[in-house]
Nanobody, 124 residues
């Protein structure tokens, strides 16, 4: 019913930039909070940045002043502009979203969705 697809990952040298996108599609009534998480090998998944439907953003300290999260509500798409990348940023980046799903019967149902992840590798 709902698909969440990340794109934009790749290999970049330290100091470089990448822009990730997360597109949500399907039987969508509304999207509330969205966020980017990452998981490096041998580490737990961590929240990198989140953004409310009103555009209020929060960042983990390690990416403040380097990453910018944004969203286009008309396109049901979220972005993560990553600048001044470091080797420590190497991870699989995942998108998640709180989505009100049209069921065809009664009120939409809120559900939490994850994308499949996109690999970001920063070479030093």
């Amino acid at each position: 019913q709902v698909q969440v697809v990340e794109s934009g990952g790749g290999l970049v040298q330290a100091g470089g930039s990448l822009r990730l996108s997360c597109a949500v599609s399907g039987s969508i009534s509304n999207i509330d909070d969205m966020g980017w998480y990452r998981q490096a090998p041998g580490k737990q998944r961590e929240l990198v940045a989140s953004i409310t439907s009103a555009g209020i953003a929060h960042y983990v300290d390690s990416v403040k002043d380097r990453f910018i999260i944004s969203r286009d509500n008309a396109k049901n798409t979220m972005y993560l502009q990553m600048n001044s990348l470091k080797s420590d940023d190497t991870a699989v980046y995942y998108c998640n979203a709180d989505v009100a799903v049209r069921t065809g019967v009664g009120m939409p149902m809120w559900r939490h969705y994850w994308g499949q992840g996109t690999q970001v590798t920063v070479s030093s």
